[in-house]
Structure formats: structure tokens, C-alpha cells
T-cell receptor, first 116, second 114 residues
Framework: KAGVTQTPRYLIKTRGQQVTLSCSPISGHRSVSWYQQTPGQGLQFLFE???????NKGNFPGRFSGRQFSNSRSEMNVSTLELGDSALYLCASSLGVTGQGAYEQYFGPGTRLTVT | AQSVAQPEDQVNVAEGNPLTVKCTYSVSGNPYLFWYVQYPNRGLQFLLK??????LVKGSYGFEAEFNKSQTSFHLKKPSALVSDSALYFC????????????FGKGTRLHILP
């Protein structure tokens, strides 16, 4: 079974631009979560989607948004990029949101975003 | 508010020795606890979880963790360390039916010395 895939793997953008990152979950997984990883702040939860609905949201400004499609694939968008948005963005999928399997997340390799 | 603490930024262990990576948590409610490992330039890999039941949980690659409710701890252990265990380890907590967000610790870098 293929793992979680994220595209692109690397991205360089300029301040003020916007960016869209993509995540394809493991087949059969319906929940997708996004995280931002930086050396200073560690892993921070961005949002979680299940069945095309946002279930949870972390403490990030409105410039960060996401969505999930009917095939469970997810995208996250960051508008008006700032230098501080440079980070590794990780996507994780799980079976669902109830039951023990729900809480076993499988992570993709991440997208390394550099904002200059 | 929920929080997870990994008190050690780095742990050094000689190959063949037992290792422990510490994790404590603070939550309201019954926590679900997890350990993940991250190798360089890779995403996180699931190691093990505690949901309910036996306090000693066994996971991948010979790792285990013990849930201690009175000490609010969930330390990761392995009886005999391998050089290939060198990586970044994250503890995480989730409280279902509360805000249900998953909170990660800052991570502990484990160095296994040959």
C-alpha cells in the first residue's frame, strides 16, 4: 500500500506570494492533518479534515487555510507569505476520527518551504 | 490546556546499553499517548501508542513505553540501543472528546554512540 505523498517536496517562494501544498493520504484513510515543523517551535498542529470538513484548527492566522476533496486528498494554502512561514509542512493521514485506528497517524515526507 | 514535555533536548547512549527518552504530559481527561520517530529529511514514523489497557505498550523496532498515570509520564524505552536508533523522537498526546487536538512535545534527539 502506498504511503502518504506530498507535493512538491521543495518550494522556494518570495515574501508576499501565496503557495498551495498537496497531500494524498493512504488509500482508505479519510482523515488528513497538517503540521508545521520549525527548529524553534517544533511540530505545531495546523488543521485536521475529515470527510471534506475541517474538524479542528490550530492557532495559526487566517492566511493559512486548507480543504479536503471527496477522494480525501487535501491541500493547504498560505497566502501573503512571510519569512517566518519557512518550515517543513507535514501531512498525516489516519483511518478516521473514531476508534483506535483513528489515532494512528501516518506522515508524509513533508514539503520544505523556503520564503525569501 | 494540554501540554507535553520532553525535558531532554538530547540523550546520548552507548550502543548496547538500555535507553530511555522521557515524556510527561498535562491534560484534563484520559489521554491517548503516542511516540513517533523522525529520521533526517523524512516525515514522522509511528512507533507506539497507549489508548487503554496494559500500561506497558510494545511498539516497532523493539521499543516500548510505560504509561504511568500517577506520574503523568509516558517514557520510551529500549533494552539495548542500536546505532540505527539515532534519530529525533517525539511524544504526543490527544484527549478525545475534548478539543481533540494532538499536541507534540518539542522532540528529543537520541544519539547512540558506537
Amino acid at each position: 500500500k502506498a504511503g502518504v505523498t506530498q507535493t512538491p517536496r521543495y518550494l522556494i517562494k518570495t515574501r508576499g506570494q501565496q503557495v498551495t501544498l498537496s497531500c494524498s493520504p493512504i488509500s482508505g484513510h479519510r482523515s488528513v492533518s497538517w503540521y508545521q515543523q520549525t527548529p524553534g517551535q517544533g511540530l505545531q498542529f495546523l488543521f485536521e479534515y475529515f470527510s471534506e470538513t475541517q474538524r479542528n484548527k490550530g492557532n495559526f492566522p487566517g492566511r493559512f487555510s486548507g480543504r479536503q476533496f471527496s477522494n480525501s486528498r487535501s491541500e493547504m494554502n498560505v497566502s501573503t507569505l512571510e519569512l517566518g512561514d519557512s518550515a517543513l509542512y507535514l501531512c498525516a493521514s489516519s483511518l478516521g476520527v473514531t476508534g483506535q485506528g483513528a489515532y494512528e497517524q501516518y506522515f508524509g515526507p513533508g514539503t520544505r518551504l523556503t520564503v525569501t | 490546556a494540554q501540554s507535553v514535555a520532553q525535558p531532554e533536548d538530547q540523550v546520548n547512549v552507548a550502543e548496547g546499553n538500555p535507553l530511555t527518552v522521557k515524556c510527561t504530559y498535562s491534560v484534563s481527561g484520559n489521554p491517548y499517548l503516542f511516540w513517533y520517530v523522525q529520521y533526517p529529511n523524512r516525515g514522522l514514523q509511528f512507533l507506539l501508542k497507549y489508548i487503554t489497557g496494559d500500561n506497558l505498550v510494545k511498539g516497532s523496532y523493539g521499543f516500548e513505553a510505560e504509561f504511568n498515570k500517577s506520574q503523568t509520564s509516558f517514557h520510551l524505552k529500549k533494552p539495548s540501543a542500536l546505532v540505527s536508533d539515532s534519530a529525533l523522537y517525539f511524544c504526543a498526546v490527544r484527549v478525545p472528546n475534548r478539543d481533540d487536538k494532538i499536541i507534540f512535545g518539542k522532540g528529543t534527539r537520541l544519539h547512540i554512540l558506537p
